[in-house]
């Protein structure tokens, strides 16, 4: 099994569709800007819920169990028109999101998932007489952490396949 949603042939005929031309490469730095765009999915449509539990937003569950790396193909999966997705499939949206996050750390490596120290982060600072505060994002927002960037782009091509149910309330049964 793959290490990333997609293949590079897809990722080619993405990108050269979309006339990005930022896609170059050797396909080994093209391989692994998948693995990360991959990891970048799979971590970004994750939540912590109050209790600490993290739940995917992906539906269903992972077809192959833990012993499968990656979040898809998933088993008792639907979309948002809750038509059902089959279990040994990997969805288009999946690939294509994997392909516009593929593309980012083909151009800046490590910028899907830069470190974060919050001890590091400068609130506010004072330079004479001007004293100037900064928004700083909280930790514990419950969505993704401070240092991950959110790209609308993606969200919204992974949004058919996307649930709500880390919000919902209700009784997970396992």
């Known amino acids: 099994m793959p290490d990333f949603y997609g293949t590079l042939a897809g990722a080619e005929s993405y990108h050269a569709d979309r006339g990005n031309t930022a896609w170059t490469g050797s396909d080994i730095v093209k391989q692994a800007a998948l693995v990360r765009a991959s990891a970048y999915i799979d971590g970004r449509y994750r939540l912590r819920w109050p209790s600490g539990r993290w739940v995917s937003q992906f539906p269903g569950v992972k077809a192959g169990g ?8 998933r088993s008792g ?9 089959p279990a040994d499939t990997v969805p288009d949206e999946v690939e294509r999101a994997t392909y516009e996050a593929a593309l980012r ?5 490590g910028s899907l998932s830069p470190d974060y120290s919050p001890s590091s982060l400068i609130k506010s600072e004072t330079v004479g007489p001007v004293k100037t505060d900064y928004a700083v994002a909280e930790a514990s927002a419950g969505d993704s952490p401070p240092n991950r960037p959110v790209i609308p782009a993606i969200d919204e091509i992974l949004a058919p396949v996307l649930t709500t149910r880390a919000y919902a309330p209700g009784v997970l049964v396992v």
Do not use: K, N
Not at 67 to 73: K, M, N, Y
Not at 77 to 85: F, G, L
């Open 66 to 73: 833990r012993a499968q790396q990656l979040e898809w193909p």
């Open 77 to 85: 999966a639907i979309d948002y028109e809750y038509q059902p997705i």
């Open 105 to 109: 750390e083909l151009v800046v490596p």
